[in-house]
């Protein structure tokens, strides 16, 4: 029996992948999050950790080394799944599936609209559902003299979306969005004095996209399927502040795409079928649908606060402010405002809590030596307003390495 390509889609999503964070909303940039950060609600650019340099502040490499000559990561996964996963996953199976099989159009009035309604209402209560799956190949940060470090590595990330929308007359309108990307990164920072840092970072990322947006009833059972290829070249730039009078605080910013393209452009040329039949039409609507999402600069300010009362004590707060130059959607100050905080116990321990765009979040973190393993919840705002549509998920990462 034939796949459509909502049943494609879901066997990408449902299973493996969470919705990190909510830039994938906002524009193309090549990023992976990190459940670190995420549950301290999202902010951290003025606080390094772990693998901050390679995606959150370039900067602060150095500092994330101390006195090792190297950290590296041998090999890493990270998995999650938005909280609505199952329920969607199962009204997908039980309803939709059989509805395309026997054809929407066949179904009586009745059963078309008590259809609709319940998909829109499932999709108004829930705001979509997204997943994302990272692998993280080998990748290092190195010590080069007192001052500087390089920082080298490879990423693999992959993000879904699935939205439904009243579509008008009631009809659901279907969006879906994935996208794969295999990323290589090679960065530096310096400590320019004992006061400031600043590094850099650039990104090459090949990328493959599976993208519709039309109403349910104009899904079939032999669903066309393209998936379509690009890749570009990105920069990100970042500095960090720790002045002397007040000893533990941070100051970073971090502007990313300073050097951005290709990863918004897509052409037949880079197009492969991947079920159904032939057709043009289709294809060049999956084209335009696909670069409608935006490029340019985006950008992170923030201030952090480190203090270490002990070997088995420590704790860390962080406030971010994030903006995009082309956003997707134009959000309220609320809606980019990012705070939270970790406590640090026993050398191994990290309990972790915040706010971010208006939701609560918490995660939690175990460093055994040559393993780390961490966890978060957290909510994104996907509308305008804070608190107006939210969307919220789990993440589990586990890396192996001496980071």
């Known amino acids: 029996m034939k796949k459509n390509y909502l049943l494609v889609l879901f066997y990408l999503l449902v299973p ?98 008590a259809l609709y309604d319940d998909a829109l209402e499932l999709f108004r209560r829930n705001d979509g559902v997204s997943s994302e799956l990272n692998l993280y190949l080998p990748a290092f940060a190195i010590r080069l003299g007192e001052k500087a470090a390089l920082n080298l590595g490879v990423f693999s990330d992959s993000k879904g979306l699935v939205q439904v929308t009243d579509g008008g007359a009631g009809v659901p309108q279907v969006n879906l969005f994935v996208h794969g990307d295999l990323i290589g990164i090679g960065g530096a920072s310096i400590d320019i004095s004992p006061e400031f840092s600043a590094g850099a970072n650039a990104k090459y ?47 970073g910013a971090t502007v990313y795409d300073v050097v951005s393209g290709g990863l918004a452009d897509f052409s037949s040329a880079d197009a492969k079928l991947v079920q159904g039949d032939e057709d043009v039409a289709e294809l060049n609507r999956n084209i335009a649908q696909a670069t409608l999402r935006p490029s340019g600069l985006s950008y992170r300010l923030g201030i952090g606060y480190v203090r270490d009362f002990s070997k088995a004590l420590g704790v860390s707060a962080a406030v971010d402010l994030e903006g995009y130059q082309y956003p997707m959607v134009e959000q309220s100050f609320g809606s980019k405002l990012y705070f939270g905080g970790e406590v640090r116990l026993l050398g191994f321990l990290q309990v972790r809590g915040g706010f971010g765009q ?30 107006l549509a939210p969307r919220y998920s789990h993440m589990l990462q586990l890396v192996l390495g001496n980071w």
Do not use: H, W
């Open 16 to 113: 493996t992948r969470d919705l990190f964070a909510q830039n994938f909303t906002q524009n193309t940039r090549s990023f992976v999050g990190s459940p670190v950060y995420l549950g301290m609600g999202g902010a951290g650019v003025a606080l390094p950790k772990r693998e901050s340099a390679f995606f959150y502040n370039p900067a602060g490499g150095r500092e994330v080394l101390g006195n090792k000559a190297m950290r590296f990561t041998i090999l890493g996964l990270k998995a999650g799944t938005g909280v609505n996963t199952t329920d969607i996953a199962n009204f997908y199976k039980d309803r939709v599936q059989p509805a395309i099989d026997e054809g929407i159009e066949m179904l009586s009035d009745q059963k078309q609209e």
């Open 205 to 251: 990322t090949y990328r493959n996209v599976v993208v519709k947006d039309k109403p349910l009833d104009g899904f079939s059972s032999d669903e066309s399927i393209y998936a379509l290829s690009t890749g570009g070249l990105s920069a990100d730039v970042g500095l960090l502040y720790r002045p002397k009078r007040i000893q533990g605080l941070r100051v």
């Open 358 to 387: 208006g939701y609560a979040s918490f995660g939690g973190g175990l460093d055994l030596g040559g393993m780390t393993l961490d966890y978060a919840y957290y909510g994104i705002e996907t509308g305008r307003l804070s608190g």
